[in-house]
């Protein structure tokens, strides 16, 4: 491909370079933090249907360590959206239980295996503990 554009590494002009990691959304930071799907989900849907956004970007029902978390969140002409976050599959059984007896009702459910979401996961810097996982999701200085 590169071949056929004609591009040719050597004689290129030199120009500055771009910068990868220099640009991020809010809702990509915090995508792999639990709640964070949910949340950056809420934020787009909320955009669409009312063509603004959020008042306050930040659904923090939604957020920290607790296995299971419920809040409900007024989308425009949707009305109230209900929403349940849980993290860890014991929790995720405790959700999915109360559902399947009708004793929850959720418009939108996140679940993620890993204690805190992603960033607690396998692929993460041991040993983790709480506080670590609550500073992942942060943006970067």
């Not at 920290?64 to 419920?70: A, D, N, S, T, W």
């Not at 425009?76 to 209900?82: A, Y």
């Not at 976050?85 to 559902?99: Q, S």
């Not at 993460?124 to 503990?129: E, F, G, N």
Request: net charge negative; proline share 6%; aromatic share 4%.
């Amino acid at each position: 491909m590169i071949r056929q554009a004609g591009i040719d590494f050597v004689h290129l002009a030199d120009e500055p370079f771009d910068a990868p990691m220099g640009e991020y959304t809010g809702a990509g930071t915090i995508f792999g933090a639990t709640g964070g799907v949910m949340e950056a989900a809420l934020r787009t849907v909320y955009a669409v249907v009312t063509g603004k956004n959020l008042p306050s970007l930040d659904i923090t029902p939604v957020r920290g360590l607790e296995g299971v978390k419920e809040a409900a969140v007024e989308v425009g002409k949707l009305g109230e959206v209900r929403i349940a976050v849980a993290h860890g599959l014991a929790n995720a059984r405790r959700l999915m239980d109360k559902v399947a007896e009708g004793t929850a009702d959720y418009h939108f459910i996140e679940i993620m295996c890993c204690p805190g979401g992603c960033v607690g996961g396998g692929g993460q810097s041991l040993p983790a503990s709480n506080e670590k996982r609550m500073l992942r999701p942060k943006p970067l200085p």
